[in-house]
């Protein structure tokens, strides 16, 4: 699937068939970061983001791929580029034009600033799930990039000094959940999320998998590979990274997917000779904290 975005510079005469209407709808699962998400066919994301995002996905290490969500194609203004980890579907089935009118207030890929001119199509975790649950965790120890302000940096310290980042190297950034009994949707934020100690994120997180031990098994699993994979990436530091979980609340007697754990949001991460960033030694210890952190969570 390829897009090929347009815009204009108002509503007046701008062609937008129903095809492409029916394209870009509000991603209703998304759950933490500070771009909204909009929701394409097959089970793929449209995510508007920076050029240091898509440099990563462009040229991560193999290793990592195995932790991330695939990425298909980026899109920087009207040159579109198919990655070699595009699905089938992105490579026979194209869709010729998305046009985003820059006056249309409330569209979902509107960035709060300004209109993104890069965008990733990446898989959609979601996809397939009937009642999906999501839990977002923050990943790490430290949350800025090398190349922040003083200004920026300052203030994404102070934000892990005093919450569950700089102890446990996870902090909950929004959850969505069901409850079994009542049917009602349950959602935490993220400022709720960083008032929590460790107490109140273990009941969080122990009470998203309740009565889905099956799913939690699945995620623990999960959790133990990307770990492994960590644990071989020298140099490898995931800043702003966060632990994206989803599980199928109420699994259909065929379904083999209950549960799905990727690490996503890269635009702070960095590995070995990316771009003029600083050199880091060893692995991403921030990181490792976190996911070691779950696991004893997730087996208490």
């Known amino acids: 699937m390829v897009l090929n975005i347009k815009r204009s510079s108002s509503l007046e005469g701008t062609a937008v068939d129903i095809k492409t209407t029916d394209i870009l709808k509000p991603f209703i699962h998304q759950v933490g970061g500070h771009t909204p998400l909009s929701a394409l066919p097959h089970g793929h994301l449209l995510k508007p983001c920076d050029e240091r995002e898509i440099y990563f996905y462009q040229n991560m290490p193999e290793a990592l791929r195995e932790v991330a969500p695939r990425c298909c194609s980026t899109l920087q203004g009207s040159s579109v580029n198919l990655l070699p980890t595009c699905c089938d579907v992105c490579e026979l089935e194209q869709v010729e034009e998305v046009v985003i009118p820059e006056s249309m207030e409330g569209s979902p890929i509107l960035n709060k600033r300004k209109l993104s001119k890069n965008f990733i199509v ?6 397939g799930f009937r009642s999906p649950c999501v839990l977002d965790l923050k990943l790490g120890t430290r949350q800025h990039g090398d190349r922040a302000t003083r200004a920026k ?4 310290i102070e934000k892990c000094r005093n919450t569950t980042s700089a102890t446990l190297g ?3 950034c929004g959850m969505q959940s069901i409850d079994l009994d009542s049917g009602e ?7 709720e999320g960083r008032a929590m100690d460790e107490s109140a994120l273990n009941a969080a997180i122990r009470s998203f998998f309740s009565g889905s031990p099956i799913a939690a098994l699945e995620v623990r699993r999960r959790v133990a590979e990307i770990r492994q994979v960590l644990a071989k990436s020298e140099g490898v530091r995931l800043f702003g990274a966060s632990l994206l979980i989803v599980i199928e609340r ?3 007697k065929s379904q083999r997917t209950v549960a799905r754990v990727c690490v996503v949001d890269f635009a702070n991460a960095t590995f070995p000779g990316y771009l003029d960033d600083n050199s880091h030694e060893g692995v991403d210890g921030g990181s490792l904290m976190g996911l070691d952190t779950l696991e004893r969570f997730l087996s208490s």
Do not use: F, G, V
Not at 185 to 191: P, S
């Open 122 to 127: 990446i898989s959609d975790m979601t996809y």
């Open 153 to 156: 940096a300052a203030i994404q």
């Open 170 to 172: 996870i902090r909950l």
């Open 185 to 191: 949707l349950i959602k935490i934020n993220k400022y």
């Open 250 to 252: 109420c699994p259909s």
